[in-house]
């Protein structure tokens, strides 16, 4: 079967790092995104990893390791308007892709 | 760049009842999508086309949903008869090529089956 496992809610205070993990098993695999979405909005697009390895973008980073079928999504400095939830998909071929249920973060002052 | 177009952005409805949404991707995108998300989940894929032909609509309710996009643009999807557990934001998404490139979502559908 198909599976992607990430937390339902995490909470983090502003100014800090937050780490969001991602499992996934899945029949093949084409890459993994992460997409952010704030309450009421629309998904936006944050990174995408095809290859092991980090990939930094400014305040955000994401890991991926495809032989334990783990990611991670790094968010540092954290601010008020990174309160959103997070969501992690993975392309398992080149013409299908499955989203997990996403992460909630709360970011407290 | 114009981004995904969806209308309406609010649907009320009493069950039994039918409703259609639109969709508009972004010029020249391939490939379009539409999700379901029930509130507190992730998106579920209800069918995805490539131009004009269905790529994948194994998750879509055929008795009572339906999707075309006939000149390979714009789509609509369609529930008839509407049930309660329809309620949900109903995305649709673009991109370029196939699953492995980025999607571009519009704002979505959210429809209220009563």
């Known amino acids: 079967g198909q599976n992607i496992d990430q937390p339902t809610e995490m909470t983090a205070t502003e100014g800090a790092i937050v780490q969001i993990n991602c499992t996934y098993q899945?029949?093949?695999?084409?890459?993994l995104f992460w997409y952010q979405q704030h309450a009421g909005e629309a998904p936006t697009f944050l990174s995408y990893?095809?290859?092991?390895g980090l990939e930094e973008k400014g305040r955000f980073s994401s890991f991926l390791s495809r032989s334990k079928g783990y990611s991670y999504l790094l968010l540092k400095e954290l601010q008020m308007k990174d309160s959103a939830s997070y969501l992690c998909?993975?392309?398992?071929?080149?013409?299908?892709?499955?989203f997990g249920s996403g992460t909630r973060l709360s970011i407290r002052p | 760049e114009a981004g995904v177009a969806q209308s309406p952005r609010y649907k009320i409805i009493e069950k039994r009842q039918s409703v259609a949404f639109w969709c508009n991707p972004i010029?020249?995108?391939?490939?379009l999508y539409w999700y379901q998300q029930i509130l507190g989940q992730g998106p579920k894929l209800l069918i995805q086309?490539?131009?004009?032909?269905?790529?994948?609509d194994s998750q879509l309710p055929k008795d009572r949903f339906s999707a075309e996009r006939l000149k390979g643009v714009d789509s609509t999807l369609k529930i008839q008869p509407a049930k309660l557990e329809d309620s949900a934001v109903y995305l649709c998404?673009?991109?370029?090529?196939?699953?492995?490139?980025?999607?571009?979502f519009g704002p979505g559908t959210r429809l209220t089956v009563l």
């Open positions: 998404a673009s991109s370029s090529r196939s699953g492995t490139d980025t999607q571009y």
């Open positions: 899945t029949s093949g695999f084409n890459g």
């Open positions: 990893n095809v290859l092991d």
């Open positions: 998909a993975v392309a398992s071929s080149a013409s299908k892709i499955i």
């Open positions: 010029s020249g995108h391939a490939t």
């Open positions: 086309f490539q131009n004009n032909g269905v790529v994948d």
